[in-house]
């Protein structure tokens, strides 16, 4: 006969989780540390995280984007984004120039070696999306986006 388990031992079992998996923020919280932990055996092996790589993506999209501009893009306060420019650009993957239009603001743009690590990480990326998705069909993937979207519209 087997030693009776203390009063809310868990050990050797998985825990009750209660309500939680019916919860969409326990869901999307799941899904954003399984997206973390993929991405960090792939893009993340250059010392990127997802919001790094979003960060430079936009700047790409936007050459000489006012940092103020990169922080409504990216919903980051202004001290955050000055600490990820400066990161960025201690690395050489950006630099700041005097806005155009603003010679108070900066102006934000990838070097050359920001490019090239930029398109590297752009094939890493797909792949690791590959990978999160694989068992889902396209209609499927189209809907989940569609339906992630919806969650907070004004931040299309």
Known sequence: ????????????????????????GYQLRMAQIALFKD?????GGEDVTPGLFGVLVIIEANP???QSDLARATHLDRSTVVTVIDNLEKRGLVERRVALHDRRSNAIR????GGV????LKRQVVQHEKRLLQNFSEQEH????????KVFPEHR
């Open 1 to 24: 006969m087997s030693p009776a388990k203390p009063p809310g031992s868990t050990k050797g079992t998985h825990p009750q989780l209660g309500m939680l998996p019916e919860l969409i």
């Open 39 to 43: 991405f960090s055996q792939g893009p």
């Open 64 to 66: 000489d984007m006012k």
């Open 110 to 113: 990838l070097t050359a070696a």
């Open 117 to 120: 690590l930029l398109k590297k």
């Open 142 to 149: 189209a809907t989940f986006i569609t339906l992630l979207q």
